[in-house]
Structure formats: structure tokens, C-alpha cells
């Protein structure tokens, strides 16, 4: 597609449920980043996916959080046993490459809200 | 100490101005610096983009770097009401696998 497409805008869930984000970024872009943002914060590293394999994962909070990549292009970020501190919007950009100067383009973002 | 810090604002600035946003890193090592603009409900967007010590220019921004005083800024001349935002300063580390953003500048312009 000709940008990065997150699907859904908007998840709201209960605490304790599992829920997946999922992430179509730009077609022919190796590189694919999890990002999340609170409010008033810049957004915060989760993983980045070089093709299929995860190469930086240093930004997961804990083992709830987990992504796949399987096909190296459409990417899903899952998190099980929610709690209410997951609320916030999840980020997800691609890149080129992910060497190099290049920046990211980021998609709409997902809001999640655990009540 | 933060990776990347920005002074979270808000900055106000009246329309025609100049408007100075500033950052500092950490990472002696990084080697690719960002400014992304975030409208309040969007996801940001690059505006731009510099990787070596000096100034670049487009059209009404500009930005600075010195990697000796590991500093970023942002320079936005004739302000206008459109640039009210949240201005993210973002660093490729020494690493260069993924980008660390700042906290962001709230940017108001009034008329």
C-alpha cells in the first residue's frame, strides 16, 4: 500500500484479555518498528523486525508483549493478560532499510484501552 | 540521564517569529538526527532530517546540529498558526538500529 496501515484505530479490552495489533507497512520496507506513545511522552521502542526475524527486541516491557513477522511484510504485536498501565496508542513504522540515515514513517497507530 | 531530552514547552511564539526548539543526546556515537512534527491526535510525521555537524535548510525550517556538544535544534522562521504542535527530537544511536525520540516541545503560535 502507500503508507503504513494499522488495524484497528481503536481496541478497547478488558484487563486480563489478549488482543493483537496488527501492522501492513510499505510495501518493499525490510525494516518494521513497534513503537508506543503515552500521553505527553515521545514514543517509546518496543521491537524492530529486519525482514522476518526480530533484531532488537531490548524495548518489550515484559513477556506479555510479543510480535511476529512470519512473511518479512505484515507484522502482529500481541499482548496477553492485559493491564489497565498497556493503555496508550501503539506505533508502528517502516523503513527502507533499517541501516543508514533513513527515518521512519510511521502509521496511524492503534489506541488501546484496557478497562 | 534521558537518552534524547527536549524541554516539553509549551513554547509560545507570536505568528511571523522565529521559533527555536532544542535538544540534547547522549549517544557520542549517533550518527542520524530527526525532527518529527506530531499534530495533537495524529502520529508523527519527518519533517527533517541531518547527519552531519552544520545547518540544513527547507524552505522554512532549519535545522542545526553540533555533535561536539551533542546538541540538535529546530528552527522554524515566519511562524505561522498551521506550526502549532508537538515537535519530537529523535537520535539514531551509535547502534543505529532503531531510533530513541524525545519527550517533544509543545509548540503554540499565536496570532
Known amino acids: 500500500g502507500a503508507g503504513v496501515s494499522q488495524t484497528p484505530s481503536n481496541k478497547v479490552t478488558e484487563k486480563g484479555k489478549y488482543v493483537e495489533l496488527r501492522c501492513d507497512p510499505i510495501?518493499?520496507?525490510?525494516?518494521l518498528y513497534w513503537y508506543r506513545q503515552s500521553l505527553g511522552q515521545g514514543p517509546e521502542f518496543l521491537i524492530y523486525?529486519?525482514?522476518?526475524?526480530?533484531?532488537?527486541d531490548s524495548g518489550l516491557p515484559n513477556d506479555r508483549f510479543f510480535a511476529v513477522r512470519p512473511e518479512g511484510s505484515v507484522s502482529t504485536l500481541k499482548i496477553q493478560r492485559t493491564e489497565r498501565g498497556d493503555s496508550a496508542v501503539y506505533l508502528c513504522?517502516?523503513?527502507?532499510?533499517?541501516?543508514?540515515?533513513?527515518?521512519?514513517?510511521f502509521g496511524s497507530g492503534t489506541r488501546l484501552t484496557v478497562v | 540521564q534521558k537518552e534524547v531530552e527536549q524541554n516539553s514547552g509549551p513554547l509560545s511564539v507570536p505568528e511571523g517569529a522565529i521559533a527555536s526548539l532544542n535538544c540534547t543526546y547522549s549517544d557520542r556515537g549517533s550518527q542520524s538526527f530527526f525532527w518529527y512534527r506530531q499534530y495533537s491526535g495524529k502520529s508523527p510525521e519527518l519533517i527533517m532530517s541531518i547527519y552531519s555537524n552544520g545547518d540544513k535548510e527547507d524552505g522554512r525550517f532549519t535545522a542545526q546540529l553540533n555533535k561536539a556538544s551533542q546538541y540538535v535544534s529546530l528552527l522554524i522562521r515566519d511562524s505561522q498558526p498551521s506550526d502549532s504542535a508537538t515537535y519530537l527530537c529523535a537520535v539514531r544511536g551509535s547502534s543505529a538500529s532503531k531510533i530513541i525520540f524525545g519527550s517533544g516541545t509543545r509548540l503554540s503560535i499565536r496570532p
Open positions: 523486525f529486519q525482514g522476518t526475524g526480530a533484531a532488537d
Open positions: 513504522a517502516s523503513s527502507l532499510r533499517a541501516q543508514g540515515a533513513s527515518g521512519y514513517t
Open positions: 510495501s518493499g520496507h525490510t525494516a
